[in-house]
């Protein structure tokens, strides 16, 4: 019996279970945008909700980091490795910026958090546009794109830049041949096509709304998988016009390098649940916008993908480093 008892005192006591992260002191929503931008607007409904619906138990603050195309938040994001009290909403320049030389850091020097939303890049002309249609778009992309000014905002190497070349690159164009034009806005650049300067306008679909219902533009094409609801439901995508392009300025979640698996889980679970919550669902749609929840192995996996993909046609457009 005492040799029995003996053995029993060797056996390794059982691990103990580590309790679940949570935050303990005051969280920071970080963005990159000054206050009333799209990423600003969107971190403070975020705010509102988490704490209204307490899915964080500590105060939930908005810092803003303007500057450098995200560089100044993603640099003080890495101020606070392995800290999960800081989070940054993010969007694709994420990626291009690294990708053209913008950024020295890439998406890889963070800790993927979730998705949150999506908003697809529309193709906009005015409703006396002799581009017709989708198919009229195209042809004229595939046999002279040189006759036809693109405009985007806010930099050369963007989502919008990178739609335009996938669109023209899918009817068979020279994407170098594009003749693109770079504003300051989004409403800068509908306004040039309204005033005739240029003759089609690459920008999230949103923008499209209230100039379609005036009847003072046509959308020819929308790069999402599928048909949008509401006011741009009757736009055909361009899937459905016999070109495989699907275009988003997304909207992630991304964390300092170097959080562990209970931290990950922990934001997980909160933005989980902020999706169901009906304020957070009406705000994105009055954004234009559409739910995209992915959880950090998801959103890992996405970014690779996305990366490629933008790489791919910003060396075509000689814009990769």
Do not use: C
């Not at 005051?26 to 206050?35: H, L």
């Not at 923008?207 to 048909?227: D, E, K, S, T, Y």
């Not at 934001?267 to 009406?282: G, V």
């Amino acid at each position: 019996m005492l040799g029995l008892a003996l053995a029993s005192t060797a056996l390794p006591a059982a691990p103990a279970q580590p309790a679940s992260w949570k935050p303990t002191r005051p969280v920071e929503i970080v963005v990159g945008v000054s206050p009333g931008g799209g990423i600003d607007r969107m971190a403070r409904v975020i705010q509102k909700i988490v704490q209204e619906d307490r899915l964080v138990q500590v105060p939930v603050n908005v810092v803003n980091k303007p500057g450098g195309g995200g560089a100044i938040a993603q640099a003080y994001l890495q101020q606070h490795a392995g800290d999960a009290h800081y989070i940054h909403i993010t969007a694709t320049a994420l990626l291009t910026n690294h990708i053209i030389g913008k950024s020295q850091s890439g998406y890889r020097d963070f800790t993927p958090l979730v998705m949150l939303t999506d908003e697809y890049i529309g193709f906009l002309v005015r409703e006396d546009s002799a581009l017709r249609t989708g198919r009229h778009l195209l042809h004229a992309l595939r046999n002279d794109p040189e006759s036809l000014p693109i405009g985007i905002a806010t930099a050369a190497g963007n989502t919008n830049h990178i739609a335009a070349a996938l669109l023209a690159r899918a009817a068979g164009g020279d994407v170098k041949k594009l003749k693109v034009v770079v504003f300051g806005s989004g409403g800068e650049s509908i306004t040039e096509l309204l005033g005739g300067h240029v003759g089609l306008v690459a920008t999230p679909s949103a923008n499209a709304i209230p100039h379609v219902q005036a009847g003072r533009m046509r959308v020819l094409g929308i790069a999402a998988p599928q048909r949008l609801e509401g006011p741009l439901a009757a736009v055909p995508t361009w899937n459905e016009q016999g070109v495989n392009v699907v275009v988003a300025n997304w909207r992630p979640v991304i964390g300092p390098k170097g959080l562990t698996g209970q931290q990950i889980a922990f934001w997980e679970a909160a933005f989980a649940k902020l999706e169901q919550d009906a304020q957070w669902q009406s705000a994105i749609a009055h954004d234009g916008s559409v739910a995209h929840y992915l959880n950090s192995r998801d959103l890992a996996s996405y970014f690779d993908a996305q990366y490629a993909q933008f790489r791919s046609v910003l060396a075509e457009l000689g814009l990769a480093r």
